[in-house]
Every structure is written in C-alpha cells, then in structure tokens.
C-alpha cells in the first residue's frame, strides 16, 4: 500500500531514529560540513573533529537515486567520537511509494548496528476499535501513524494477533 503524503526516505529515516528515544538529530543549522556532498563514492573523509564540536556522536551519510519505477539508498554510518570507520555500509531498493516506509526500515537498521537490537519504527501494531460502528480490527504504525481497517465485517472482532512471521493477522470474529 502507498505512503501518504510521498513523503522521502529522510522523514522516515529521522522520524524512525528520533522514535527509538535513543538518538536525537542535530539540526542541520548547527552542521559546519556541507549539509550535502557531491557523492558517496567522491566524498571527502568524515571530519571526525567538526562534528564532534556540535555534539553528534554519530554521523549518517547517505546518497538516494530515484527512478519512477524505484529509489535506490545507499548509507553509511560513522561514529565520530571514536573517528572509527564505517559501522554500517548498505544499499536499500523500494518503490517510490514505500518511501517513508524504507526510511523508517533504514533507521531500526541503524539502530541494531548501535546497540545490538533492532529498532522498531518500521513495526505495525493490530488493535481493536468501534470508531466504524462495530468492534473492528485497525493496524497502524508503532508511532500511530497511517491508521486504516484491517476489517470492515460488521460483526464483533477480537483479540488480533500478528501470525509467526508477521504476514497476517489471527483474530476471532462473532456474527
């Protein structure tokens, strides 16, 4: 299903990492490094020191390249207080639509590189509600965001629980 508001990876990528409680974005009026680089492959070494001065423990590089048919992100991950090189080097493909979505899936990466467990920005939650009428399944991100019906039955509907590898829902249902 499409994001709404075809929002970039960066949003989900900052709002998927600021969620974690763990890691704060130091904002970009406080970099002294470009805010941007010609490329990942031709960027200069991190400058540990200038980002160490503005208080960042971490530094995330990353480059996107966008076809109408898919995005393609390519991050790293630097931590400047030790000046060590990269913890983390990937390159992730989606749909332009999943934008937001591989943003937030990029950010519980980052996470797990940092402490060993990952994050979980990019998880869904099952409750029930009768805002529709009847007692109705709705899924929605961990933050609450992108709410929608997982069922429209009219009947009494209950107890959601995701199935083993998360692809579907178990619930009962009475009608």
Known sequence: EGERGGQPPLAGLGGGLEFSMLYDLTPEAAFIDPVTSPSLTSAPPVKCQNWKQIGADYLVQGMLEVTPEAMRVTYRVHDVVKCTAKIVSKQRTARPENARRLGKSIADEIVG?????????????AYVSSR??????????????NQRAATQWGTITTFPSWDPDASGLVLTTYG
Do not use: Y
């Open 113 to 125: 590189a940092l402490t060993g467990v990952p994050g979980v920005a990019d998880t869904e939650m």
């Open 132 to 145: 529709i009428g009847s007692k109705e399944v709705f899924v929605m991100d961990a933050n609450g965001d």
